[in-house]
């Protein structure tokens, strides 16, 4: 009587560390904890077969400035190496008309500084508000795509994309998203992360 051939047990799914580090869009500002960027995208991963922990690492106000003078210390604090970090920062730079120049300094010293410690990166691109003009408008709305190619990073265009000027999905500010702007923010960049984590 022949033996029957051995076969391998199915490996257990690993862990997927994600890092989102930005500013108020991914710290869930003005929303319960559950309702915020991260834990509404790690339950998205979860549903689609990823065994995602997404950390919070957004600070309502930052700046691409502030986001560089933390980046090292928020890596060198984390339980874990992320298998991907997604960079959204340059808002508040362009609602304070921050010179673009400044703003593409910050967020290259930042992709450098993933890139040397061999990190998967995401870039999560903003548009320039019309009213600060076309000449501001090309200059800023070209940092993200330009340095995502220098690095070889990840590009998602617009973080607000389908919730920007969309009432129904901001808090009574107008600027920020409500929880519902949060789901589409997600449902909309959820794609692409699982796009990058799947990439060697």
Sequence with gaps: MGSTPA?????????????????????????????????????????????????????????????????AWTLDGLKAVPDLVIVELGANDMLRGVPPAQTRANIDAMLALLKQRGLKTMVAGMYAAPNLGPVFGRSFN???????????????????????????????????????GVRRMVSGIAPDVMRALAKP
């Design 142 to 180: 070209a940092v993200y795509p330009e340095l995502a190619r220098k690095y070889g990073a990840a590009l998602y265009p617009f973080v607000l994309d389908g919730v920007a000027g969309n009432r129904a999905l901001a808090l009574p500010d107008g600027v920020h998203p409500n929880a519902a």
């Design 7 to 71: 076969t391998a047990a199915p490996s257990a799914p690993r862990d997927v560390h994600v890092l989102a580090f930005g500013d108020s869009l991914f710290a869930g500002y003005g929303l319960p904890g559950a309702q915020g960027f991260a834990p509404q995208l790690q339950d998205v991963l979860r549903r689609n077969g990823v065994r995602a922990f997404v950390t919070n690492a957004g600070l309502s106000g930052d700046t691409s400035a502030g986001g560089r003078a933390r980046l």
